[in-house]
């Protein structure tokens, strides 16, 4: 870098200082670009949440239950893993009917889409609707939860999305 002549600095500088001033421009013209966008790409983006979130848990649980199934079906396992394998696979199943089967009723109420999730003892209703969610409309969905899951009230959290 000693040996480095100033003229050649001063254009390596020159560069430098060009390309930020590019960056930063480009930075710039899609920030807007973005942000002009943004009105149109929010009710997409809800609709891909949805459908995303199906396809990621209808994947995670076929693996869940290949996954049991393997035990089940080895003979490397003890009876005792095996059983312990069925009862498991058998909890997974009823709760993928008691998902199914609640957002359904859910989406029969009216609400354009639902998903639930659950996080130890809570339950999250995720709620897609054309119109605005109001005390109503939530103690309607806290109730179908409610009498799917057997659950407190309190363990219901709901989420919504226009």
Do not use: P
């Not at 560069?15 to 009710?43: D, K, Q």
């Not at 979130?53 to 003979?75: L, N, P, V």
């Not at 029969?108 to 209703?125: Q, W, Y």
Request: no cysteine; charged share 25%; glycine share 6%.
């Amino acid at each position: 870098m000693k040996n480095m002549s100033k003229k050649k600095k001063i254009i390596i500088l020159s560069v430098m200082i060009a390309l930020l001033l590019i960056t930063g421009y480009v930075n710039v013209a899609l920030n807007s670009t973005i942000s002009n966008g943004a009105a149109t790409t929010t009710s997409t983006t809800y609709a891909n949440f949805y459908s995303a979130y199906r396809a990621e848990r209808k994947a995670t649980r076929t693996e869940e239950i290949q996954f049991y199934d393997s035990i089940i079906k080895g003979s490397e396992y003890s009876a005792e893993a095996k059983a312990e394998a069925e009862q498991n696979k058998l909890a997974l199943v009823k709760l993928m009917e008691k998902e199914l089967a609640t957002e359904g009723m859910i989406r029969g109420k009216g609400f354009t889409d639902a998903i639930i999730t659950m996080s130890g003892d809570n339950i999250n209703v995720y709620v897609k609707a054309d119109f605005e969610i109001g005390k109503a409309e939530a103690t309607q969905i806290g109730a179908i939860v409610v009498g799917q899951f057997g659950v407190e009230n309190e363990k219901v959290f709901i989420i919504s999305s226009n």
